[in-house]
């Protein structure tokens, strides 16, 4: 990816590995990371691989991830 900017179609990553969690299931309800590199990180929903990426900081990842790990959006589940 060229670019790293929110809304670019994720078919023009090229060069970019794409992952998923081992949790997904085979139903295609999965997000989907690649970091890229500029060091940030990209973001895409696997049901439509050539749709929009959001693009995220580092920082900007460790902080969410971090909320997750701390129970902060189980909110989201119930």
């Known amino acids: 990816m ?3 900017e929110n809304g670019v179609s994720a078919g023009l ?3 970019v590995h794409w992952r998923k969690s081992r949790r997904s299931g085979g139903n295609g309800n999965c997000v ?7 060091g940030h990180v990209a ?3 696997s049901r439509f691989p ?6 995220y900081t580092r920082e900007e ?9 701390d129970g902060e959006f189980d909110f ?3």
């Open 2 to 4: 060229q670019r790293a």
């Open 13 to 15: 990553a090229e060069g």
């Open 76 to 78: 989201t589940l119930s």
């Open 50 to 55: 050539d749709g929009p990426v959001l693009v």
């Open 32 to 38: 989907e990371v690649a970091r890229l590199s500029s």
């Open 43 to 45: 973001m895409r929903n």
């Open 61 to 69: 990842v460790a902080a969410f991830l971090g909320g997750v790990k």
